[in-house]
């Protein structure tokens, strides 16, 4: 069983920075792929980006390329989201799921296995 946990949530001015974590606890495969997605209010769960656990490979979406990075730490516990350049409607909560899959699919909502609770994100114009 794996329990994720987001942090680092809050209230930002557009062209600002966050920085979530994802602390993992239970065991975490080095085949599994972890990932952030993101939820608006009245829209569905979409991807952000995700991590290969084992080498570190990372891909994103179109719409934070460029923005957003993601990393874990050299203990593979804790993943990071790294925002910067933030704009108003990257507004949304933010979850972090893990799952043992196929990088193929990577930004198939249904194929991870684990969730957070989620943290909010707020940019202001």
């Known amino acids: 069983q794996v329990q994720l946990v987001e942090s680092g949530g809050g209230l930002v001015q557009a062209g600002g920075s966050l920085r979530l974590s994802c602390a993992a606890s239970?065991?975490?495969?080095?085949?599994?792929?972890m990932a952030w997605f993101r939820q608006a209010p009245g829209k569905e769960r979409e991807f952000v980006g995700a991590?290969?656990?084992?080498?570190?490979?990372?891909d994103y979406a179109d719409s934070v390329k460029g923005r957003f990075t993601i990393s874990r730490d050299s203990t593979r516990t804790t993943m990071f989201l790294q925002m910067n350049s933030l704009k108003p409607e990257d507004t949304a909560a933010y979850y972090c799921?893990?799952?043992?899959?196929?990088?193929?699919?990577?930004?198939?909502?249904?194929?991870?296995?684990?969730w957070g609770p989620g943290t909010q994100v707020t940019v202001s114009s």
């Open positions: 799921a893990a799952g043992r899959m196929n990088w193929g699919t990577r930004d198939f909502l249904h194929g991870y296995d684990y």
């Open positions: 239970g065991h975490i495969f080095s085949t599994y792929v």
């Open positions: 991590i290969t656990w084992s080498a570190g490979g990372t």
